[in-house]
């Protein structure tokens, strides 16, 4: 497929002669210069849609009017950005994926836009925004299916910037540059997730990670099969990939070196496909459970873009990877493991396998001392019933780093929400016979698989986000389809792009 070009230059709306521009508009605001202007060359057009309330610019919605020679562009898409006041650069990032889609169904090469004026006081944040809304808005699957109809075979060939300002250029392309390299690796995350898991297995996601070590020039390990994984220690990866002919895997990517900046750890759940194991889940939804390893996915589209980026920092990405399946070899409830650092485990459902490789996984992140180590794992239905989709659960032991996850999710828009972590939860996983049980009553389950992480990260600034409500969107969105989400990448690429150096208070 061609990707869609990106281009920023000096320029502005009114005079641009193109196929379509779209014009972002206020819901109770007076009409921009730009809009004014546009307005005035079409006799009034849009003031009088919006007069006759024919077009009311709320947010997600949007209009199409033709400019019949009055000006250079033949068509306007008005795109609403909702009140004012409640502005926010994801409104932005909405209209902007409106418009692309509507382009692109409208079956034209390219899609003009301006820089929207009253955002302009940054007008590097403004252009990224807008060039995430369009790329990520623009974002199809389209590997396996063969087009039916004919608005599945139209590509959008580029994405125009118009900038009236020349000293405001150089900001411009900058943004721009990073909501590329940003949402092309979300949209890299978004297809390891939407891949089915007859072949995104662990092999081959531990190929895609190698293959962009190479490419970006990381670090890459890799512990294959049981054997291997057994002499390492790692017993809950083991544990979850006994029953599945897909041999589990353990890999490490390394960003950056020890000493420039801090070294951060990132850990990412990657099991390929969770059907329950012997605590076998009911067959209702159990195809999205090919999206189970969008936390390790997630680290693989953070890592790229913080490599693209050039970001002065250290950063470990840890990937459990294992497909956890039902079988003769598979492990059962009732069975005692021992996961990495010598915790034992009672196994009380092969359903609750999440906890039992991102423990592997945390307890060999402590080896590089991280300043901060952050978990993405879509862990829980009970973070789903609790947060739906809306938000990302947030646990952890460090003050510090959870407001600086908080902020970086409201910037970025994947938000996180914290739950609290108090001790008095351990209660519900202690086991008789074991160190603990890998599953409580069903009571706070979000937090009760926190708490088991909990005891692997001691000592260490450690944050835990519960993806399972975020990382699968059920349908489309103004820039989003149905399917994996790319979660994480946004909200990590922006933690760690505006990263200061940690002192640690514990
Ligand atoms: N992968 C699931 C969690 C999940 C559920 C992710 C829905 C995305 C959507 C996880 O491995 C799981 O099965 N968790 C169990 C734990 C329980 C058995 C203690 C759950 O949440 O039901
Ligand atoms: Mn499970
Ligand atoms: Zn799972």
Redesign the pocket.
């Known amino acids: 497929m061609a990707k869609t070009k990106i281009k920023v230059k000096l320029g502005t709306l009114p005079k641009e002669p193109c196929e379509i521009g779209a014009l972002y508009l206020f819901e109770d605001a007076p009409l921009s210069p730009i809009a004014e202007a546009l307005d005035k060359a079409l006799d009034g057009a849009i003031s009088s849609l919006i007069k006759k309330g024919e077009f009311k610019p709320g947010v997600n919605r949007s209009y199409l009017l033709h400019t019949y020679g009055k000006v250079p562009v033949k068509r306007l898409l008005l795109e609403g950005l909702g009140k004012e006041k409640e502005f926010s650069p994801d409104k932005l990032r909405q209209a902007t994926g409106m418009a692309a889609h509507e382009a692109r169904y409208l079956g034209l090469k390219d899609l003009t836009l301006s820089l929207h004026p009253t955002v302009l006081n940054d007008v590097s944040k403004t252009s990224q925004s807008i060039v995430e809304g369009a790329l990520l808005g623009l974002y199809r699957f389209e590997r396996f299916k063969h087009p039916e109809e004919p608005e599945e075979k139209k590509e959008l060939e580029s994405v125009i910037l118009l900038v009236e300002d020349a000293k405001q250029l150089e900001a411009a392309k900058e943004g721009a540059r990073r909501g590329e390299i940003i949402s092309e690796a979300t949209c890299f995350t978004r297809d390891l997730v939407n891949l089915p898991p007859n072949e995104a297995t662990p092999a081959m996601l531990a190929r895609t990670a190698k293959e962009m070590a190479m490419e970006l020039g990381l670090k890459f390990k890799a512990w294959r099969g049981l054997d291997a994984l057994e002499k390492l220690g790692m017993g809950g990866i083991v544990s979850v990939g006994r029953g599945s002919s897909n041999p589990s895997q353990f890999v490490t990517l390394e960003y950056g070196r020890k000493g420039r900046g801090d070294t951060i750890a990132l850990v990412g759940k990657g099991?390929t496909f969770?059907s329950?194991g012997i605590s076998l889940k009911p067959w209702k939804d159990m195809d999205?459970?090919k999206g189970?390893m969008a936390g390790a996915a997630a680290v693989l589209g953070t890592i790229r873009a913080l490599a693209k980026l050039k970001i002065p920092l250290h950063v470990i990405g840890l990937l459990p990877l294992a497909e956890n399946m039902p079988s003769g070899t598979a492990s059962r409830p009732g069975d005692i493991i021992t996961c990495l650092g010598g915790k034992t485990v009672e196994i009380i459902?092969t359903?609750?396998?999440?906890r039992l490789i991102v423990a592997d996984a945390l307890a060999y992140a402590l080896r590089y001392k991280p300043k901060a180590i952050i978990d993405l794992a879509?862990?829980?239905?009970?973070c789903?019933v609790a947060l739906g989709n809306f938000a990302s659960g947030l646990l952890g032991n460090n003050e510090e780093l959870k407001k600086r996850l908080k902020e970086a999710g409201e910037a970025s828009r994947e938000r996180v929400w914290e739950l609290p972590l108090w001790d008095e939860y351990d209660e519900l996983m202690k086991s008789d016979i074991a160190d603990m049980k890998n599953?409580g009553p069903g009571v706070a389950?979000a937090i009760v698989a926190t708490c088991f992480l909990k005891k692997f990260v001691e000592g260490y600034p450690w944050v835990h986000l519960d993806i399972?409500g975020t990382a699968w969107a059920d349908k489309n969105g103004p820039y989003w389809r149905e399917g994996g989400t790319g979660v994480g990448v946004r909200l990590l690429v922006e933690l760690l792009s505006n990263w200061t150096e940690f002192a640690s208070d514990k």
Do not use: P, Q, Y
Request: hydrophobic fraction near 40%.
């Open positions: 099991v969770d329950g999205k459970m189970d459902t359903d609750a396998e999440g879509t862990l829980t239905g009970a789903v599953a389950g399972a």
